[in-house]
Nanobody, 126 residues
Framework: QVQLVEPGGGLVQPGGSLRLSCVASGTFFSINAMGWYRQAPGKQRDLVAKITTGYDTYYVDSVKGRFTISRDNAKNTVNLQMNKLKPEDTAVYYC????????????????????WGKGTLVTVSS
């Protein structure tokens, strides 16, 4: 069983900063791309940032220059540093990881199978 645990959410004032972390645990062979998504009430879940095993990054335009995604492959961890937060950043943030649970899974689906964290609420308000 693979689990993604993502502590770090909370309440922050506009203009403030917050750091989200996500740790993959359980039994798996490898982790490929990792990322963060967010979902506001009544909205769809959208990609915020993504990082590959080679540390290439992608950000949606709305967070570019404010958010920084990073990963520690040795610790099976992906982080999202959020600076200059805005009220519109308020959402439930979900960690995502493309994981191969074993060698056989890697052969079948080399890019991995998506796994999701339970989500952590980030509220930006004064």
């Amino acid at each position: 069983q693979v689990q993604l645990v993502e502590p770090g959410g909370g309440l922050v004032q506009p203009g403030g900063s917050l750091r989200l972390s996500c740790v993959a645990s359980g039994t798996f062979f490898s982790i490929n791309a990792m990322g963060w998504y967010r979902q506001a009430p009544g909205k769809q879940r959208d990609l915020v940032a993504k990082i590959t095993t080679g540390y290439d990054t992608y950000y949606v335009d709305s967070v570019k220059g404010r958010f920084t995604i990073s990963r520690d492959n040795a610790k099976n961890t992906v982080n999202l540093q959020m600076n200059k937060l805005k009220p519109e950043d308020t959402a439930v943030y979900y960690c995502n990881a493309e994981i191969n649970e074993d060698v056989e899974a890697r052969i079948r689906t080399p890019d991995g199978t998506p796994y999701w964290g339970k989500g952590t609420l980030v509220t930006v308000s004064s």
